[in-house]
DNA sequence: TTGCAATGAATGAACAATCATTCATTCGCT
DNA sequence: AGCGAATGAATGATTGTTCATTCATTGCAA
């Protein structure tokens, strides 16, 4: 053991695995956000990431395989971020919601680079069956959780006349739109606008649920 | 003069520049469609359109443009059709909400192939500040109107709590977001359902102007 | 009509640049 | 010393672009 601390304590040369694999898939979100999903290449991911041309296939065997692991890393941590929210919002269903709805506008989710990202994956998956899937059960998954907080408030709220299902598929909808205008148009929708575009949907949808909407800009 | 009908009328050696450039855009938005955009080179286009590799270099001078001009002409087919869908809607604001919303999940606008290459342009956008050019002017366009059409609403209906603005947007940021259900969930959201969603909004957005929603599924 | 240049659209082989991937070597930690 | 992580030059495949050539069409003369 060496007398001295010494060494850049910051960077270390050899990381655990884990961690360099991490490193990468935020070096790949900030690559596909800065140069595009067609202009992204092994050397920009890697030079972004401050390591070498080998490294990305040392750790993901090839770019199909890392630009994948990107896309899991997104839906899983989209995934985990709203379990959470969910959890700390207790059992009201409208306050479930709420908290859906405000985690979708905020950071880890809400970022721009990762708003990026998510329309480059869009933009292939038509013609990439595996990114599809990922993408199809992240939707899915938050899709039903969203669901089941419109059913229980239709039926403890005595919404007779709403359907929970298209309730869910509405606020879904604008939900990605709303990431649209802010990935195209940041000077005219900030998140917090697009929250509260959302919770006007839940205003005249729940309205005994929800502050009525107002004449905000 | 020549006594046979000859040749294959039904393809030209020769067309005129028009034609030819028009042909190769539609090839440009198969490939994207059925490749990617990273996937997308010169030799897909040239040949899904049936024709020779330096073919594009002499219409377009590069990738880039041919690029740009098919962004282009997506953009400018959506106005068009939108524009002539409020023309045949009258003076009616409501008329004219429904023939927009109508407009969005018809062909020739709501095309899956043309999805597919309108979320490949918006997840280079943040890239390549042409692309968010053309993509912001269309989205301004279709929003004055949708919000013109709001606006007249408002007044003529009485609806004094609502902000055109507001509402527009919602409209809007809904219509992407059906629009990526449409490509990447095309077995749960058909066309005909994402309108029905749409004019559910508007239900309870104006209740004296639309029909009451109904527990459609 | 028939023959014959002239035109320019279209081709596709060739080229240089760029790409993902490999691997012998170096480096740092235990 | 020994081992695994990391490097970066080397490799072959792929890419966008060029350009000499081919060929259908047109205009003109006889």
Redesign the interface.
């Known amino acids: 053991m060496g007398k001295a601390a010494l060494k850049s304590p910051a960077r270390k040369r050899t990381a655990p695995k884990q961690e360099r694999q991490q490193q990468l898939i935020q070096a790949t979100i900030r690559s596909v956000?800065?140069?595009?999903?067609?202009?992204t290449t092994m050397a920009t991911v890697s030079s972004e990431a401050g390591l070498s041309q080998g490294i990305i296939n040392l750790h993901f065997q090839s770019k199909d395989r890392l630009l994948v692991e990107t896309l899991r890393f997104l839906s899983e941590q989209y995934r985990e971020t709203w379990e959470k929210a969910v959890f700390k919002a207790g059992d009201d269903p409208a306050d479930r919601l709420a908290a859906m709805v405000a985690m979708d506008f905020k950071a880890p989710v809400c970022d721009?680079?990762k708003l990026?990202?998510w329309?480059?994956?869009?933009?292939?998956?038509?013609?990439?069956p595996t990114y599809?899937k990922i993408?199809?059960m992240r939707?899915m998954e938050y899709r039903a959780e969203l669901q089941q907080a419109c059913h229980d408030l239709v039926d403890q709220g005595g919404y007779q006349?709403?359907?929970a299902?298209?309730v869910a598929?509405?606020l879904?909808?604008?939900?990605?739109?709303?990431w649209?205008?802010l990935?195209?148009?940041p000077r005219c929708?900030t998140r917090e606008h697009a929250r509260r575009?959302c919770m006007?949907?839940l205003a005249?949808?729940f309205p005994r649920h929800f502050p009525?909407?107002?004449?905000?800009?």
Do not use: H
């Open positions: 956000a800065k140069n595009g999903m067609s202009d721009r680079n990026a990202v329309f480059a994956f869009w933009g292939e998956s038509k013609s990439r599809r993408c199809a939707d006349n709403l359907d299902k298209s598929a509405s879904s909808a604008m939900t990605s739109g709303l649209l205008d990935l195209t148009n929708m575009i006007s949907y005249i949808t009525g909407r107002s004449k905000q800009p």
